[in-house]
């Protein structure tokens, strides 16, 4: 099992940048293909960025793409998510997950984090 903690969610305005980080415990990281999820006040919980292995193999979702960057320190059992020119519509709670699998469905992690909470106003 892994235990997963997100930080570095907070309140900023529109343009302004952040960096999200996911620490793992428990069994390490290096075994888990890691993403991040969000989710919106009365939306679904929606794929954000994934992140192979090894690091070298990332993904996005359209809205995200060319603005957000993840990435991973296995030998720091922690994942990051950089986001810049955030816009208001990146308000959400902020989830990592691990899966074994390479997916960017969410039915298919593991394990989850608690979420940090990232505000943009506009």
């Known amino acids: 099992q892994v235990q997963l903690v997100e930080s570095g969610g907070r309140l900023v305005e529109a343009g302004d940048s952040l960096r999200l980080s996911c620490v793992a415990s428990?069994?390490?990281?290096?075994?888990?293909?890691m993403g991040w999820f969000r989710q919106a006040p009365g939306k679904e919980r929606e794929f954000v960025s994934a992140v192979s292995w090894s690091g070298r193999n990332t993904y996005y979702a359209d809205s995200v793409k060319g603005r957000f960057t993840i990435s991973r320190l296995n030998a720091e059992n922690t994942v990051y998510l950089q986001m810049n020119s955030l816009k208001a519509e990146d308000t959400a709670i902020y989830y990592c997950a691990a899966t074994t699998k390479v997916t960017h469905d969410r039915g298919e992690y593991d394990y989850w984090g608690q979420g940090t909470q990232v505000t943009v106003s506009s």
């Open positions: 428990g069994r390490t990281l290096k075994y888990y293909f």
